[in-house]
């Protein structure tokens, strides 16, 4: 069992930058691959960026290429997305989920609220 909960969104201007946690309970959390998705009001959900549990492969949507990092640390049971560059259309409800198949998961947070202004 994997218990995640997100946190560091909040209210930032365009052009700003906000780091995500994805911080998790349970012993094995280092095998499990991660992935951050977003959904906006009105819209479905989409997968932003995955990252393998060893941390040697990562994705990313085309939407968020070249703005966004996905990344982990094992030893805190933590995986982070750093995101530079945030314009408006961001703006979401962003969740990190788990699971052991690559972009199949089992486990998913409660979310965090990331707003971007113009």
């Known amino acids: 069992q994997v218990h995640l909960v997100e946190f560091g969104g909040g209210l930032v201007q365009a052009g700003g930058s906000l780091r995500l946690s994805c911080a998790a309970s349970?012993?094995?959390?280092?095998?499990?691959?991660v992935g951050w998705f977003r959904q906006a009001p009105g819209k479905e959900r989409e997968a932003v960026a995955h990252?393998?549990?060893?941390?040697?492969?990562?994705y990313y949507a085309d939407s968020v290429k070249g703005r966004f990092t996905i990344s982990r640390d094992k030893d805190m049971n933590t995986v982070y997305l750093e995101m530079n560059g945030l314009k408006p259309e961001d703006t979401a409800v962003y969740y990190c989920?788990?699971?052991?198949?690559?972009?199949?998961?089992?486990?998913w947070g409660q979310g965090t609220q990331v707003t971007v202004s113009s």
């Open positions: 990252i393998m549990w060893s941390g040697g492969s990562t």
């Open positions: 989920a788990a699971g052991q198949i690559w972009t199949k998961y089992d486990y």
């Open positions: 349970g012993r094995t959390f280092s095998r499990y691959n």
